[in-house]
């Protein structure tokens, strides 16, 4: 792939670390929000070369990571019912429950299915007519149109065995919350590419000007994530705090305004349930009433049952940037990828599972 | 609708069973020691050295771009014997068959593992075959096994690399591994991804016959990837291993596929690859080698075994960073954004 080599090449990076280098003046945290703004910071090797004075924590951008721990138990409660078929993003197989994970419920005998888009679910709601195909919509802006397309198409075709769990999330509303916590001192905000390609660059301008915090809205490459380095660091050398946007080849300051009026038209805001963050109101998307045949919450008529956080886990605090993975007791002890207690070390996009792989001393 | 599928009399061991065998398996595996139908393959007694190893293969889908589960059971298995030193000499081949298999699936397959055994030179001898219920297998499970025969002059495990020795990989990463995980997930990518099973004995034949005593260590990188296999070798050899990230031949193709399910291609499946643990001042010489072999077109050096950082492997970003590389935990699982 010609385009990414070209943003990872050491004749561009390189020079740009020198940059970053002579822009840091003065000690600063950023903060990472995007899970997948973490994983590529450590594969590019970038948290080596960072110059004395930057700090990156990561944030709360894991879909998987962030889902509750009384979301995971309905999800599998749910996987456990006679005549219903779940299908999930691959991410959700291992995360632990309470008691069980789904890898475990379908172990023995639950029906589910790793796919890849709503639309494959869609496609085995088709080929199970028996059956109640469940889609469990965890995920920010990046996934929400896709399921909105979907269930567009099942209402379209009237396939009445098809509905979405949502638990749809948004953004910037937990960053909101995240950042009225005084004791999480952040300056800048490296703000997620994905994310930003539906909400726009511009949905981060009240953050920064109510929190006077510099954000730069980041693409993936190596060459993306130094440049928006270097643009944060000089905003907050000299106390020119804004929205800039880094990632032109993808982001727009509007968003993508049709994927945002489909969303509309299938979704709702709603309060939501965050892991380490509680209920943070209009931070997440329900379907609206009039497509209520597709809610599985509606349909099997659901109540999220109380669920504890496992014990001495610390992926609330975690990704909420107040802790980093190893500082956890159960870190690489009890808490492995293979064996994981938390979300944040399942997702191949959580902080623990980032430092797992990548952040051993070299 | 008379479609012809396998039923549970085909495992018998009654007539549908020994049809099965001269129909299907005979006309198509004849060998002078299989048409025997014995018990057991008596093998001529060669003096010497003995590799004798197992595997056995599940993968789904049965068939693939590149190649399908006949040509694996019998490229995996030689390629074992060749990661020792060995030259194949024969295989084993265990069938077990779910009820309702389409004979022509089953066709296909044994007629691919006939190609691959003539291909490579080495003879299927003795074989066994099971049917069981429909639900309580997926299609057909293979299990090889084989013997080759081991020079006195050779000694290859991981134990003997040594520091400064040069890593070479034989070719381009994850091809196997993406290709079936596409495959699996019905999704399409641009570009030509197929597996790259093969055997690989021919191009280890050369190495050890070119470069006598340089090749110290070899391995097939298959479930893991180069990743978990190079961490066998650190932790095996007491060494550090250090990569470097530009060296790694990937093809663009894998590559985007990578990118877009959240998989990197050192820890995907290869099923005709080796890593090959050569002598410093021979890895030159061992990559020309390498490369004139059909096999080991695309062969590269990719890193270097070191002192320090003992049973780690460390790979060299192109920014002039570096990170651990650790070995696969639990399957690879595409992401959500």
């Given at each position: 792939m010609k385009h990414l080599d070209e943003y990872r090449a050491a004749d561009l990076t390189k020079p740009l670390v020198e940059e970053l280098k002579n822009a840091v003046s003065k000690p600063l945290r950023v903060m990472e929000v995007c899970g997948s703004h973490t994983m590529a910071i450590f594969r590019n090797g970038l948290r080596s070369v960072l110059p004395d004075g930057m700090e990156l924590v990561s944030g709360p951008g894991c879909p998987v990571c962030v889902t509750s721990a009384s979301h995971m138990d309905a999800f599998i409660a749910m996987a456990d019912r006679p005549g219903v078929r779940v299908t999930i993003f691959g991410?959700?197989?291992r995360v632990p429950g309470t008691s069980a994970s789904l890898a475990q419920a379908s172990s023995r005998g639950a029906k589910i299915d790793i796919v890849y888009s709503p639309m494959d679910a869609l496609d085995l709601a088709m080929r199970y007519p028996g059956e109640l195909v469940v889609f469990l919509?965890?995920?920010?802006?990046?996934?929400t149109p896709g399921i909105a397309a979907t269930i567009l198409a099942a209402y379209n075709r009237a396939i009445k065995n098809f509905v979405v769990f949502s638990t749809q999330k948004t953004m910037p509303a937990p960053m909101e919350a995240l950042l009225s916590d005084p004791n999480l001192q952040i300056d800048g905000l490296l703000c997620p590419g994905h994310v930003s390609s539906i909400i726009?660059?511009?949905?981060w301008s009240p953050m920064a000007a109510k929190y006077h915090l510099a954000c730069v809205v980041a693409g993936f490459e190596t060459a993306d994530l130094l440049k928006s380095l270097i643009l944060l660091a000089r905003q907050i050398g000299q106390n020119d705090i804004k929205v800039e946007n880094a990632y032109p080849r993808a982001v727009?300051?509007?968003?993508?305004l049709r994927a945002r009026k489909m969303v509309e038209e299938i979704f709702e805001p709603a309060d939501m349930d965050w892991r380490g963050l509680g209920r943070i109101p209009a931070s997440g998307l329900k379907i609206r009433p009039k497509y209520a045949t597709f809610d599985a919450e509606v349909r099997l008529d659901i109540t999220l049952p109380q669920a504890e956080e496992p014990?001495?886990?610390?992926c609330g605090y975690i990704l909420k940037g107040m802790?980093?993975?190893?500082?956890?007791?159960?870190?690489?002890?009890?808490?492995?990828?293979?064996?994981?207690?938390?979300?944040c070390m399942v997702s191949s996009e959580g902080t623990c599972a980032a430092y797992h792989k990548y952040g051993r001393d070299i | 609708m008379s479609e012809k599928t396998i039923l549970l009399d085909h495992g018998s061991g009654g007539l549908a069973s020994q049809r099965l065998i001269s129909e299907l398996f005979l006309k198509h595996l004849d060998s002078p020691i299989l048409r025997?139908?014995?018990d057991s393959a008596i093998l001529e007694n060669r003096q010497g050295r003995l590799a004798f190893t197992t595997d056995s293969y599940v993968v789904d889908?049965?068939?693939f771009p590149g190649g399908d589960i006949g040509k694996l059971a019998v490229h995996g298995t030689i390629n074992d014997l060749a990661m020792r030193g060995a030259t194949p000499y024969c295989l084993s081949l265990g069938l077990i068959l779910e009820e309702g298999l389409r004979f022509d699936e089953l066709e296909r397959v044994i007629i691919s593992i006939s190609e691959a055994c003539k291909k490579a030179g080495v003879p299927v001898v003795t074989g066994d075959t099971k049917v069981v219920p429909k639900?309580?297998?997926?299609?057909i499970f293979i299990n090889t096994s084989g013997i080759g025969f081991v020079d006195e002059s050779i000694d290859i495990s991981s134990k003997n690399a040594k520091v400064g020795d040069a890593v070479i990989l034989s070719g381009t990463m994850g091809d196997h591994g993406i290709t079936i995980m596409t495959r699996r997930a019905g999704i399409s990518v641009q570009g030509d991804l197929h597996s790259d099973t093969m055997p690989l004995h021919t191009l280890v034949a050369a190495l050890l016959r070119e470069l006598?005593?340089?090749?110290?260590a070899l391995r097939d990188p298959?479930?893991?990837?180069v990743a978990s296999t190079l961490n066998e070798i650190a932790e095996n050899s007491g060494l550090g291993i250090e990569l470097c990230d530009e060296d790694l031949p990937v093809r663009p193709e894998v590559r985007a596929a990578c990118e877009l399910l959240g998989l990197e291609p050192l820890y995907l499946a290869n099923e005709g690859k080796c890593l090959a643990i050569v002598s410093g001042d021979k890895a030159e010489q061992a990559l020309a080698v390498m490369r004139a072999t059909p096999e080991g077109?695309?062969?590269?050096?990719?890193g270097r075994l070191v002192?320090?950082?003992?049973g780690r492997v460390i790979i060299n970003t192109p920014v002039g960073g570096a990170r651990v590389v650790t070995p696969l935990h639990g399957v690879p699982l595409p992401r959500i954004c």
């Open positions: 991410d959700l197989f919509g965890v995920g920010f802006e990046t996934t726009g660059a511009g949905a727009s300051w509007e968003g993508n014990k001495g886990c610390m802790n980093n993975p190893r500082e956890c007791p159960l870190f690489d002890t009890r808490c492995t990828p293979a064996n994981p207690v938390g979300p | 025997g139908l014995e889908p049965i068939f639900g309580k297998g997926d299609k006598p005593g340089a090749v110290h298959t479930r893991g990837g077109r695309e062969a590269a050096i990719i002192a320090e950082k003992a």
